[in-house]
């Protein structure tokens, strides 16, 4: 069956850099557009970043423009999320999702000094 398996949150300092990672099997990972969500507390889940499936697309939503980089290692079926400058207003559990079909269990991200 599909799984996704996010990995890399944790407590940062703002400013700080984080690299989440998501592990997909169970379907052709290759062909599959990836995207990352968060949802931070008391708040709707939001989109962050999105991947096409042979990684020539990229999107992000304007609050980490610039910040964050999405990527994928499709022989790996691994996507990331490289988050740079980060700030406590990025504190959110993140969720790795499959064409927003399939969601993996989500990673916390804490930003705080």
């Known amino acids: 069956q599909v799984q996704l398996v996010e990995s890399g949150g944790g407590l940062v300092q703002p400013g700080g850099s984080l690299r989440l990672s998501c592990a997909a099997s169970?379907?052709?990972?290759?062909?599959?557009?990836m995207r990352w969500y968060r949802r931070a507390p008391g708040k709707e889940r939001e989109f962050v970043a999105h991947?096409?499936?042979?990684?020539?697309?990229?999107n992000y939503a304007d609050s980490v423009k610039g910040r964050f980089t999405i990527s994928r290692d499709n022989a790996k079926s691994t996507v990331f999320l490289q988050m740079n400058s980060l700030k406590p207003e990025d504190t959110a559990v993140y969720y790795c999702?499959?064409?927003?079909?399939?969601w993996g269990q989500g990673t916390q991200v804490t930003v705080s000094s």
């Open positions: 991947i096409s499936g042979n990684g020539g697309t990229t």
């Open positions: 999702t499959a064409a927003s079909q399939y």
């Open positions: 169970g379907f052709t990972f290759s062909i599959v557009p």
